[in-house]
C-alpha cells in the first residue's frame, strides 16, 4: 500500500492541525493505522493508534487529549487531528499500516509494514 500524508505545517504554540494520510490499494478497512513522529535527533516514536474498524484507539501519554486519530475506511483516508500544539510537538508525522490484517490497536513501530514520506510539523513558540 501506498501512503501519502499532507496537513502539515508551521503553527504557533496553541494552534491546531489536521493530518491526513491517504491509502492506495485494497483493504484499507482492514489494516490498523498508526501516526508516529521523529524530531530532529531523536529516533521515532509512537503518537497514536487505531484498529481496523476505528473503535479502538490508543495515544502516547504526551499527547493524549490534545490529539486524535480517526479513520473513514470509505475513503481509505486516517486522519490526525492536533489541537493545543506545544513547540515539543515539532517533527516529521509519518502515518502507516499494519502488517496483518484484523490486529488490534498497535503500537510498535516493528508491527507496521507500509510507510507514507512523512509531513512536517513546526510548532513556534
Known amino acids: 500500500a501506498q501512503l501519502i500524508e499532507s496537513g502539515g505545517g508551521l503553527v504557533q504554540a496553541g494552534g491546531s492541525l489536521r493530518l491526513s494520510c491517504a491509502a492506495s490499494g485494497r483493504g484499507f478497512g482492514n489494516y490498523g493505522m498508526g501516526w508516529f513522529r521523529q524530531a530532529p535527533g531523536k529516533e521515532r516514536e509512537f503518537v497514536t493508534a487505531?484498529?481496523?474498524?476505528?473503535?479502538?484507539?490508543q495515544y502516547a501519554d504526551s499527547v493524549k487529549g490534545r490529539f486524535t486519530i480517526s479513520r473513514d475506511n470509505a475513503k481509505s483516508t486516517v486522519y490526525l487531528q492536533m489541537n493545543s500544539l506545544k513547540p515539543e510537538d515539532t517533527a516529521v508525522y509519518y502515518c502507516a499500516r499494519a502488517r496483518g490484517a484484523f490486529f488490534g490497536v498497535l503500537v510498535v513501530s516493528a508491527a507496521y509494514a507500509s510507510w507514507g514520506q512523512g509531513t512536517q510539523v513546526t510548532v513556534s513558540s
Open positions: 487505531i484498529n481496523w474498524k476505528g473503535d479502538s484507539t
